[in-house]
């Protein structure tokens, strides 16, 4: 079992920035990559970014490119997403999730493990 804490998510204005974090414990030998995922009101969760876990491969959707950046620090097993040029409509819940060897690694359904979520709001 592999357990997942996001944090970081506040309200900000639109322009600004936010650092979120997911911390992962447990069982993680099998976790090969990580991803941040977000959920708009009353719709399916999507992909943002994923990055493969101890390498270097990164994956990002259209909709963040160049605004996003997904990072990680392996001692501290903690992936973290760093959202610059927030826009209102990134206002969502974020989720970070852990899986194998993803075929498409942004795509919610090819994880296994899942996070609580943190909410950020982005006010125009």
């Known amino acids: 079992q592999v357990q997942l804490a996001e944090s970081g998510g506040e309200s900000v204005q639109a322009g600004g920035s936010l650092r979120l974090s997911c911390a992962a414990s447990?069982?993680?030998?099998?976790?090969?990559?990580i991803g941040w995922f977000r959920q708009f009101p009353g719709r399916e969760r999507e992909g943002v970014a994923a990055i493969h876990f101890g390498g270097q491969s990164t994956h990002y959707v259209d909709s963040v490119q160049g605004r996003f950046t997904i990072s990680q620090d392996i001692a501290k097993k903690t992936v973290y997403l760093q959202m610059d040029s927030l826009k209102p409509e990134d206002t969502a819940m974020y989720y970070c999730?852990?899986?194998?060897?993803?075929?498409?690694?942004?795509?919610?359904?090819?994880?296994?493990?899942w996070g609580q979520g943190t909410q950020v709001t982005v006010s125009s």
């Open positions: 999730a852990a899986g194998g060897w993803p075929r498409y690694p942004t795509r919610p359904d090819e994880y296994n493990y």
């Open positions: 447990g069982y993680t030998f099998n976790t090969n990559y």
